[in-house]
């Protein structure tokens, strides 16, 4: 059996045409996934506005910017929250709400509830405390300063959304993709051509 010797040129050629539907089916997923959470989002909202509730998104995302709740979630972290009512949420849960507090007013504010009591059928009041922190905090947390529990916790995330903040650095994520792109069509081309020199 004679086994056929690829030449340096034929395996880049290989290898970049493995890189280049891999990355396309990446893409892929991703673009799917975002499809499914914009619909998800923005039917929630249309049903909300319609129906006259104005309540935070069913999905949201933030990125965790101090310690106060390490080690559970660190720096940089991102966390998914999910909005619930008020009966799923638990002592033990981590929420991310509106603070009220004088030193984080305004702010969005992830941290553990600690203990809850109840104020009528929909609505608690929230004690909660950072993992980190000493005490708990100040003030307690009403269930319609809630946005959300926390569902999933990404690490580090929010380093790739500090590097695309900046404008250099996001025009050159998206030439990576073009130049790929581009050398995969040369490869072609100068494959073609020289099949077709061997060929006269």
Do not use: W
Not at 30 to 41: D, E, K, N, T
Not at 65 to 73: A, D, E, F, G, L
Not at 101 to 112: A, K, P, S
Not at 138 to 156: C, D, E, L, Q, W
């Amino acid at each position: 059996m004679i086994m056929k010797e690829y030449s340096l040129f034929d395996k880049i050629q290989y290898l970049s045409y493995f890189v280049f539907r891999a990355f396309l089916i990446a893409v892929l997923c991703l673009m799917i996934l975002l499809f499914i959470f914009l619909a998800v989002y923005f039917g929630d909202l249309f049903l909300n506005v319609k129906s006259g509730n104005y309540n935070s998104p069913l999905f949201n995302g933030y990125v965790i910017v101090s310690q106060s709740m390490v080690p559970t979630i660190e720096i940089n972290d991102a966390i998914i929250v999910k909005r619930e009512n008020d009966s799923q949420y638990h002592i033990g849960d981590i929420i991310s709400f509106f603070s009220t507090e004088y030193d984080n007013n305004g702010m969005v504010v992830t941290h553990r509830i600690i203990d809850k009591s109840t104020v009528d059928i929909n609505q608690s009041n929230y004690t909660t405390k950072g993992d980190n922190n000493p005490i708990p905090d100040r003030r307690g947390v009403s269930t319609s300063n809630v946005y959300g529990k926390v569902y999933f916790i990404i690490p580090k995330l929010g380093y790739i959304q500090s590097f695309l903040s900046k404008p250099f650095n996001f025009v050159i994520c998206l030439l990576i993709p073009v130049l790929v792109v581009v050398l995969y069509d040369v490869i072609r081309i100068i494959s073609a051509f020289q099949r077709s020199r061997s060929f006269s």
